[in-house]
Structure formats: C-alpha cells, structure tokens
C-alpha cells in the first residue's frame, strides 16, 4: 500500500518547527543581552489587538474585525501613560490576502508617541493541518516632547534651548503567525527601524529607539460544546530592559462571554470580562494591580474595549482569534 502523503510531510514538517522555535527562543536570549531603549506599549488584553504587534494576525477573524482600546495605565500617578488603540482588518473574499490598518496614541508626561500603520499578510497551506501566515507592517511614527510640561526647578534657566520638538519617522515590521485549529505561534517586530529623535535644529540626538520583538503563542482546549478554554502567552524583548512574559487565561462561553485573568511576574497581576452586547458588538473591561514596589504610587491600570465582527462566511478564523 502506498503510504499517504501526509507520513512524509508531518515528519518534516514536525522538524521544521522545532528548527524554527530553537532559533526563536536563541534569538531572544542574544537580543536580550544587547538592549537599550524606551518600551512599545504593551496591555494585557494583548490577545483582542493582535495587529499592533504581528502584521501577520491581518484577516486573521471570520470577516470584518474592528477594535478600539483606551487604557489608564498606573491610575492615580502623574504624567502615567494614557494610551488608545484602533485597528481594523479583514481577509479579501476568495483570497490568501489579509488587509488591516492599526493607530495607537500613546501619551506619558513629555511625550506624546503615535503610530498609523498599513498591514498586510499572506496566507499558505503547509499541509492538512498547519497554515502560516507572513506578514508586513508600514507607516509613519511620530514622538512629540514638550518640555514645557516638565516641572522645572528653575524655568528661567533655558538649558534646553527649545520648547517643544516633534519628530516624524517611518516604521517597516514584519512577522509571521503558525497556527492550526488549536494553537498558534508567532513571531515579529513592528518597527525593523532605529530611530533616532533630534531636537529642533538637529544638533543632538536626545533619544533612540531601536527594534523590539514579539513571541506570542496560545492553545485552545474544548471543554464542551459551550466552553473553550485558552491559555496565551506574549513575550518581549526590548533594548535597555529585561525580557518580559505575560501570561494569560482566557475562559469563552457561547462566543457570548468572556472571562480571564494574567499574570506578568514582578509586574503585575489582573482580570478581565467580556459580553457580547448586540450581535455583532462586544465590550470589556480589564484592571490590572501593580505586585511590586510601585503598587504603593498608583492605583493600577484600567482598560476598557469595545470590538466589532462582520462576518464572511468565505474566512477562516484563525486560533490566535479568542474572542
């Protein structure tokens, strides 16, 4: 009997993917040891924005799929971030193409940081079981400093000699996002780029940026016809910081609501909760807690989402998809 094609694909295909988890989990561990610049803003509901950080999540969703984000970071602190997310994507009908588009606003004292993106993915079969998507992410990136909201002990003392500076930069990401019908497993960089961010005569540079990086990986078990239950993990690697793992537990019932909690050690611990409002609109709300030495200077994190699904009986919802 002539063996199925599949005996001699999964074997080595099976090896492939080690090959490529071995060199994603090496990669890390080197970056992590040559890091110097500012964090990308990271939440915790990171599973409902995908976009943001993997061009590669593009029409990832069973149709049209929107998301808006606005989140209260370290409540109660002066100058904490205050940052909001929206992006849209959805799969071209009868097509491996994925389209979408990302905008965060991120605001911390000084700096006022945004970013608008055009993101694009391609889609293949690997085998019965497996897809991959490869992804591409361009824009613009604009960081705004304004000293004059910094409490000076002496403003008459210009040392400055600029008031407030803006500077404007492209951004070129890439990923890709493996996945069957259970788990998935992706990896990027949303900005390829350094940047470099000059005063206004461009004399100096008075900070840099260069690439972060993403691991994200989740399994979705069935516990009944109602029930699905997934744990998720984001992982990243900044220049200038430690590696940070966020880990989280997603809970759907009926595709209607949603429950979960996540954990990022030494950082912070939280919850969150989800319903589906209308039949195609869905809200939530998730607080996180500071479990370190800064829970004694702020109130911790609030974050509230609303999303938005059209659904494409032609797509194909992608495991990375929870909610």
């Known amino acids: 009997m002539t063996p199925k094609k599949d005996s001699y694909i999964l074997p080595i295909m099976n090896n492939f993917f080690k090959n490529i ?30 976009l ?30 205050n940052t909001q997310y929206l992006s849209a994507h959805t799969k071209l009908p009868e097509s491996k193409t994925g389209l979408g588009v990302s ?12 970013n608008i993106d055009g993101n694009y993915a391609h889609y293949l079969d690997l085998n019965n079981n497996y897809k991959l998507a490869l992804g591409l992410k361009a824009g613009l990136h604009s960081n705004i400093l304004d000293i004059n909201l910094l409490k000076r002990q002496h403003p008459e003392e210009d040392i400055y000699g600029y008031d407030k500076t803006q500077n404007l930069t492209p951004v070129l990401g890439v990923g890709f ?4 019908e259970k788990f998935y497993i992706g990896v990027s960089t949303p900005n390829l780029l350094t940047t470099k ?15 972060y990086y993403y691991l994200t990986t989740g399994y979705k078990l069935t516990l009944d016809h109602e029930f699905t239950l997934t744990p998720a993990i984001l992982t990243r690697v900044t220049e200038g910081a430690p590696i940070s793992v966020m880990s989280s537990l997603n809970l759907n019932w009926r595709e209607k609501y949603l429950g ?31 479990i370190n ?12 989402f609303l999303s938005y699904t059209l659904e494409n009986n032609n797509s194909e919802k992608c495991s990375c998809h929870i909610y």
């Open 293 to 304: 030495n800064f829970s004694n200077y702020n109130n911790g994190i609030h974050t509230f």
């Open 21 to 50: 988890l071995h060199l994603v989990i090496v990669s890390i561990t080197l970056l992590s040891n040559s890091v110097w610049s500012q964090n990308d803003p990271k939440l915790s509901i990171f599973n409902y924005n995908p």
């Open 177 to 180: 996002n493996l996945y069957n």
């Open 260 to 290: 979960g909690i996540n954990f990022e050690y030494n950082s912070s611990i939280g919850a969150f909760f989800g319903v589906k409002v209308l039949e195609n609109l869905k809200a939530g709300y998730a607080y996180d807690y500071s």
């Open 197 to 211: 961010y000059y005063n206004p005569s461009f004399a100096y540079v008075y900070a840099k940026r260069k690439g």
């Open 103 to 114: 905008f965060y606003n991120d605001t911390a004292g000084p700096v006022r940081e945004y």
């Open 52 to 81: 943001q950080y993997n061009p590669a999540f593009a029409g990832s969703a069973d149709g049209f799929y929107i998301i808006g984000i606005h989140s209260t970071q370290w409540y109660g602190f002066e100058g904490a971030p």
